[in-house]
C-alpha cells in the first residue's frame, strides 16, 4: 500500500479529530502530500497540502481550523481538524504528487483510500 488513510470517525459540531496518512518511505521523501474531501454529491475537493518544505496552503473554507503537519520519522502526515461544522461531513483523501503546491486532483499521483468522517450538528 502506497498511501493509507485512518483516524475518520463521527464528532460533534465543534469538536476534533486527526487524520493521519502514512506513506511508504520513498513516496513521502519524494512527494507532497495533500489532503481531499468528498461529500455526497458532490466533486472531490481540495482541502490543503503540506509540501516537502513543510510549507502548507489551505482552502479558505478550513483556513485557521485545520493543521497539516508531516512526521519524517515515521513517513506521516496529519491533518489536525479542530472547530468542525456539519459541512466538514466528507470522505477523507490524502495523496501524493510530485509537484510543488499542487491543488489539482490531476496533479497527485498516488491516492489514499478515503476515511470518513461525520459531524453531527
Known amino acids: 500500500v502506497q498511501l493509507q488513510a485512518s483516524g475518520g470517525g463521527l464528532v460533534q459540531a465543534g469538536g476534533s479529530l486527526r487524520l493521519t496518512c502514512a506513506a511508504s518511505e520513498r513516496i513521502f521523501r519524494s512527494h507532497i502530500t495533500g489532503w481531499f474531501r468528498q461529500a455526497p454529491g458532490k466533486e472531490r475537493e481540495f482541502v490543503g497540502l503540506i509540501n516537502l518544505s513543510d510549507s502548507t496552503r489551505y482552502t479558505d473554507a478550513v483556513q485557521g481550523r485545520f493543521i497539516i503537519s508531516r512526521d519524517n520519522a515515521r513517513n506521516t502526515v496529519y491533518l489536525q481538524m479542530n472547530s468542525l461544522k456539519p459541512e466538514d461531513t466528507a470522505v477523507y483523501y490524502c495523496?501524493?504528487?510530485?509537484?510543488?503546491?499542487?491543488?489539482?486532483?490531476?496533479?497527485?499521483?498516488?491516492w489514499g483510500q478515503g476515511t470518513q468522517v461525520t459531524v453531527s450538528s
Open positions: 495523496a501524493a504528487s510530485p509537484y510543488h503546491g499542487a491543488m489539482r486532483r490531476s496533479q497527485y499521483e498516488y
